[in-house]
């Protein structure tokens, strides 16, 4: 059963624009709080912003600034506004949703940012 579904990832050159979207279950979007991770080839996933069900944000270091996380509860949809990219964003994008115990990963997003 699927929780959680990203799109909107693609090829965009350095400086530029993308935004990404996840859809989810209507139990995830009342308590879950969720993240977008992303995963560059050769590291290790990395914790990019975060939101809880309330609308509290977080964001890693290298893209604070640059991105901007929103949730909208009542459409159930979490998106990820990404901008001035940069080669070093390259990587697949995963929409990831945790109360308690309760954790779900979506099957990934590809942003390719490159000239």
């Known amino acids: 059963q699927v929780q959680l579904v990203e799109s909107g990832g693609g090829l965009v050159q350095p400086g530029g624009s993308l935004k990404l979207s996840c859809a989810g279950s209507?139990?995830?979007?009342?308590?879950?709080?969720m993240h977008w991770y992303r995963q560059a080839p050769g590291k290790q996933r990395e914790l990019v912003a975060g939101?809880?069900?309330?609308?509290?944000?977080k964001y890693g270091d290298s893209v604070k600034g640059r991105f901007t996380i929103e949730r909208d509860n009542v459409r159930r949809v979490m998106s990820l506004q990404m901008s001035n990219l940069q080669s070093e964003d390259t990587g697949v994008y995963y929409c990831?949703?945790?109360?308690?115990?309760?954790?779900?990963w979506g099957q990934g997003t590809q942003v390719t940012v490159s000239s």
């Open positions: 990831h949703a945790r109360f308690e115990a309760d954790e779900y």
């Open positions: 209507p139990r995830i979007f009342r308590q879950h709080e």
């Open positions: 939101i809880t069900s309330g609308g509290t944000t």
